[in-house]
T-cell receptor
Framework: GAVVSQHPSRVICKSGTSVKIECRSL??????MFWYRQFPKKSLMLMAT?????????EQGVEKDKFLINHASLTLSTLTVTSAHPEDSSFYIC???????????FGSGTRLTVV | QKEVEQDPGPLSVPEGAIVSLNCTYS??????FMWYRQYSRKGPELLMY????GNKEDGRFTAQVDKSSKYISLFIRDSQPSDSATYLC???????????????FGQGTILTVHP
């Protein structure tokens, strides 16, 4: 089945630094990937839609300059949290859909802690 | 009013019980309905995928969609301790363009199956 690999699974960074999270589709090509954020005991909130070769589409209220998305190839999308602050601490998850399959496959998530 | 409402629980049942999980929604454009299972600190895993109204069965899992009532359900038969997780309903409109693939999630129901 379709597999989405997300790395790192956990990261701790200092306030003011930037963190990059990678999302790879391992056995299929994904022209579109989605980035979600999840707070403890809360549902997933779509942050942005990552489009291969073009600019990402951000949801209302999501800061484009803080959450930089790059989708340079058909198998890789990255989310960079710039100038991270403690309030950016959260669980970030990516997803993609393989052509010919139903539903969306999610990565295993990245737990970001900003100290 | 949220687009998708899901009782967050928590729900605790004995092993072997039948579990019923439900979501209601307000957006009549939703055509694709999914149920995901999420273990702690992991990404969601697709359990069931249905299109429009009707029932779908897969092993111990049965998904029901009633579009007239804007109500979907997931039934788990012979529940096992390994079923203990958060269950998320998700929905998507049947449309092309940027709206395709954009999932709207329920809040998630925390389920515990005790031996």
């Amino acid at each position: 089945g379709a597999v989405v690999s997300q790395h790192p699974s956990r990261v701790i960074c200092k306030s003011g630094t930037s963190v990059k999270i990678e999302c790879r589709s391992l056995d299929f090509q994904a022209t579109t990937m989605f980035w979600y954020r999840q707070f403890p005991k809360k549902s997933l909130m779509l942050m942005a839609t990552s489009n291969e070769g073009s600019k990402a589409t951000y949801e209302q209220g999501v800061e484009k300059d803080k959450f930089l998305i790059n989708h340079a190839s058909l198998t890789l999308s990255t989310l960079t949290v710039t100038s991270a602050h403690p309030e950016d601490s959260s669980f970030y998850i990516c997803s993609a859909r393989a052509v010919g399959t139903y539903g969306y496959t999610f990565g295993s998530g990245t737990r970001l802690t900003v100290v | 009013q949220k687009e998708v409402e899901q009782d967050p629980g928590p729900l605790s049942v004995p092993e072997g019980a039948i579990v019923s999980l439900n979501c209601t929604y307000s957006n009549s454009a939703f055509q694709y309905f999914m149920w995901y299972r999420q273990y702690s600190r992991k990404g969601p895993e697709l359990l069931m995928y249905t299109y429009s109204s009707g029932n779908k069965e897969d092993g111990r899992f049965t998904a029901q969609v009633d579009k007239s009532s804007k109500y979907i359900s997931l039934f788990i038969r012979d529940s096992q301790p390994s079923d203990s997780a958060t269950y998320l309903c998700a929905m998507s409109p049947n449309a092309g363009g940027t709206s395709y693939g954009k999932l709207t999630f329920g809040q998630g129901t925390i389920l515990t199956v005790h031996p």
